[in-house]
């Protein structure tokens, strides 16, 4: 979008980034490669704190009931569909930088249903060039890829890339994420086993060490059928020699 916006020459004050500090490594060697190409800066706005520490030692205080005014319990635990802190906290640290000025957002016209969202988020003036552009997701890849960005190959990989450990993507994603960069599958297992017991789970109420054990399972699934697919060939193979 923003690529597009400089290249027909819309009116445009900022580029602004919110780093949640859960983006892939790729994704900040796309931002320098991006300013080195347009010769525009990215601004980073961040959290007020850490979304690890949000997610795992905030301590957060009851706003009614017998506790109202105490600490009741540490930690925002992981984001849900129903517990979106991290959702709340990029768009109020957005609004809180960039005012009152128009913002472009990028949703693609193939996913159009997400405005109505984001316009619940914020009630800030706000654009979609790729809505008013009609381009949806692949087109905004090839329009990308055609002039030399390729993210690291991060969309080979996945469909959509937004924080590595989001527990709203689909669990193929996750899968593909703990084969690809077992490093931060581990960083996630590790704020799994953090996680008080008043936290209710990552994505559909499984922890992280539930989907690991899921997937080792298909993985050990997997080598079993490997193998025994392998033991019918070499088996076929002894049958042909034989009819030799
Ligand atoms: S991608 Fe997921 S974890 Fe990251 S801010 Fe959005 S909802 Fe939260």
């Known amino acids: 979008m923003?690529?597009?916006?400089?290249?027909?020459?819309?009116?445009?004050?900022?580029?602004?980034?919110?780093?949640?500090g859960w983006e892939f490594p790729q994704m900040y060697?796309?931002?320098?490669?991006?300013?080195?190409?347009?010769?525009?800066?990215?601004?980073?706005?961040?959290?007020?704190?850490?979304?690890?520490?949000?997610?795992?030692?905030?301590?957060?205080?009851?706003r009614k009931g017998p506790r109202k005014g105490?600490?009741?319990?540490?930690?925002?635990?992981?984001?849900?569909?129903?517990?979106?802190?991290?959702?709340r906290e990029?768009?109020?640290?957005?609004?809180?930088?960039?005012?009152?000025?128009?913002?472009?957002?990028?949703?693609?016209?193939?996913?159009?249903?997400?405005?109505?969202?984001?316009?619940?988020?914020?009630?800030?003036?706000?654009?979609?060039p790729l809505v008013e552009w009609d381009m949806d997701e692949a087109a905004c890849l090839a329009y990308c890829r055609e002039r030399g960005f390729d993210w690291g190959g991060l969309y080979d990989i996945f469909p959509r890339v937004s924080c590595y450990c989001c527990p709203l993507q689909r669990?193929?994603?996750?899968r593909n994420l703990r084969r690809h960069f077992p490093s931060l599958w581990n960083q996630m297992l590790e704020w799994d086993g953090m996680i008080g017991d008043h936290n209710r789970g990552f994505r559909d109420y499984d922890t992280v060490?539930?989907?690991?054990?899921?997937?080792?399972?298909?993985?050990?699934?997997?080598?079993?059928?490997?193998?025994?697919?392998?033991?019918?060939?070499?088996?076929?193979g002894e049958r042909e020699k034989r009819h030799d």
């Open 90 to 128: 990029k768009c109020d640290q957005i609004d809180r930088h960039v005012g009152n000025a128009v913002r472009y957002i990028g949703i693609a016209a193939d996913e159009v249903q997400r405005t109505a969202s984001a316009n619940l988020m914020s009630n800030k003036p706000r654009r979609y």
């Open 29 to 62: 060697d796309h931002i320098a490669k991006f300013e080195e190409f347009t010769g525009r800066k990215v601004t980073v706005v961040k959290p007020r704190r850490s979304f690890e520490e949000w997610m795992l030692r905030r301590e957060i205080v009851a």
């Open 209 to 236: 060490h539930d989907l690991e054990n899921r997937f080792a399972r298909e993985d050990r699934q997997m080598t079993l059928d490997f193998g025994m697919a392998n033991a019918v060939l070499s088996d076929n």
């Open 171 to 174: 669990i193929g994603q996750l």
């Open 2 to 20: 923003v690529l597009r916006l400089i290249e027909e020459d819309w009116p445009l004050d900022e580029i602004v980034m919110f780093d949640t």
């Open 70 to 87: 105490e600490v009741h319990r540490i930690g925002n635990g992981w984001p849900s569909p129903t517990r979106r802190w991290c959702t």
